[in-house]
């Protein structure tokens, strides 16, 4: 078997290269969408819902982080009841599309952006101030409307963000707390 000639060999990584612009960066989400009725809401940004096929799932909402409800003997944050009760009003029982982009870092949970009609319901509870933007790993979608409704947020004091100086991000309670996940 023969070595391709130079030309060849650099027709071929023009080829390759080709191919690789082609494709989206790693980085870039393609979310898949379906229909899923909100079945219940365990707190301020994690939900059970169920497909038609009646396929369960557990929902994390991407890119944000609400205050913690109570965990066993642990208490919760203030606005962590609030924030669950807020989600609650909005999709409970509801059927949302969900956009699904994989399973977060301890394989428990779907990764997901819930919409309510045109309604990005992940940005809402940002933009109500009950959640913050989520900074345990990089933004992947939605980021600079996000962190708009977090700053815009944080500065009228609205929800969670009325507390100034007493507030507490949820990453900083779950380790003070000794409370896994996020």
Known sequence: MSCPSMPARHTLIAFLAYILLLLPPAHAATPRTLPA???RVSDGDTIIAHTSNQTKLRLRLLGIDAPE????KKPGQPYGEEARDYLNHLIGGKTVQVE????DRWKKR???VIFDEQINVNLLMVAMGYAEVYRGAPCRVYCRELKDAEAKAR???VGMWAQAANYEAPAAFRKRMRIRGD
């Open 155 to 157: 500065r009228e004091r």
């Open 37 to 39: 009725k909100v079945e």
């Open 100 to 103: 699904t982009y994989g399973p």
């Open 69 to 72: 409800v109570s965990h066993g």
């Open 110 to 112: 779907i990764l997901a």
